[in-house]
């Protein structure tokens, strides 16, 4: 008799459900092939730092579509969320329902993904 756990993968969130935050190195793969950190040109985090300012937050937004983000990837965009956090981003991936990419934590830059329906707003530079 073959055990059912042999070969099971843990089962983590994709983008849509559970929390709506990926932290480094979890996450369910949602780069496309040869486009995740490190899988080809202009996937890494910025080479500086980002602007030495807080913007001032927008008024509020509804819903953030790709659309509406696109724009702003592989530029610096401070994005405030629906929990109060609020940072600097430099974003490789735009999804359906995701956004991937490099989050400055006021020393480095580290990877994070967040569903779009976190983001409460953002502004690009």
Same mark, same amino acid.
């Given at each position: 008799?073959?055990?059912?756990?042999?070969?099971?993968?843990?089962?983590?969130?994709?983008?849509?459900?559970?929390?709506?935050?990926?932290?480094?190195?979890?996450?369910?793969?949602?780069?496309?092939?040869?486009?995740?950190?490190?899988?080809?040109?202009?996937?890494?985090?910025?080479?500086?730092?980002?602007?030495?300012?807080?913007?001032?937050?927008?008024?509020?937004?509804?819903?953030?579509?790709?659309? *509406?983000?696109?724009?702003?990837?592989?530029?610096?965009?401070?994005?405030?969320?629906?929990?109060?956090?609020?940072?600097?981003?430099?974003?490789?991936?735009?999804?359906?329902?995701?956004?991937?990419?490099?989050?400055?934590?006021?020393?480095?830059?580290?990877?994070?993904?967040?569903?779009?329906?976190?983001?409460? *707003?953002?502004?690009?530079?």
């Amino acid at each position: 008799m073959q055990d059912k756990n042999i070969d099971r993968q843990p089962q983590i969130p994709g983008p849509g459900q559970g929390s709506g935050f990926f932290p480094p190195g979890q996450g369910p793969g949602f780069f496309p092939p040869g486009q995740g950190p490190g899988g080809g040109p202009g996937t890494g985090p910025p080479s500086g730092r980002p602007p030495a300012f807080t913007p001032a937050q927008q008024a509020g937004v509804f819903a953030v579509d790709p659309g *509406s983000i696109r724009r702003c990837m592989f530029r610096y965009v401070y994005i405030w969320l629906d929990n109060r956090q609020q940072f600097w981003a430099w974003l490789v991936f735009v999804g359906r329902r995701s956004v991937a990419g490099w989050r400055w934590t006021g020393f480095r830059w580290v990877y994070f993904g967040v569903d779009l329906n976190r983001i409460s *707003s953002f502004i690009c530079y």
